[in-house]
């Protein structure tokens, strides 16, 4: 199995500046694409950005211009740059990576703890 760990989270001022970060351990050959989602209390978790093993991106509309992922795959990382954050982005934002139980043949979604993105205006 992979297992997921947040690191970056933060309270920033609007306007501000984050760095999140996650490192996969466990079976990471498996793994497909990685990337961040966020949920606010009382909402359903959203898609912020993925990024596959070659660096194809795929970002939700509300943050493109601002946002920025990366990945690792040699350290097995994926970070999203947050710039321009917003009071309404403040959210629990996890870490996913989408992987393969070769055993079952069966894809399946691991996730992180989450880590507070809280964002003051």
């Known amino acids: 199995q992979v297992r997921l760990v947040e690191s970056g989270g933060g309270s920033v001022q609007a306007g501000g500046s984050l760095r999140l970060s996650c490192v996969a351990s466990g079976n990471t050959f498996s793994i497909n694409r990685m990337g961040w989602y966020r949920q606010a209390p009382g909402d359903q978790r959203e898609l912020v950005a993925t990024i596959s093993r070659g660096g194809a991106a795929i970002y939700a509309d509300s943050v493109k211009g601002r946002f920025t992922i990366s990945r690792d795959n040699a350290k097995n990382i994926v970070s999203l740059e947050m710039n321009g954050l917003k009071p309404e982005e403040t959210s629990v934002y996890y870490c996913?990576?989408?992987?393969?139980?070769?055993?079952?043949?069966?894809?399946?979604?691991?996730w992180g703890q989450g880590t507070q993105v809280t964002v003051s205006s």
């Open positions: 996913n990576a989408q992987a393969w139980n070769a055993a079952l043949a069966v894809p399946y979604d691991a």
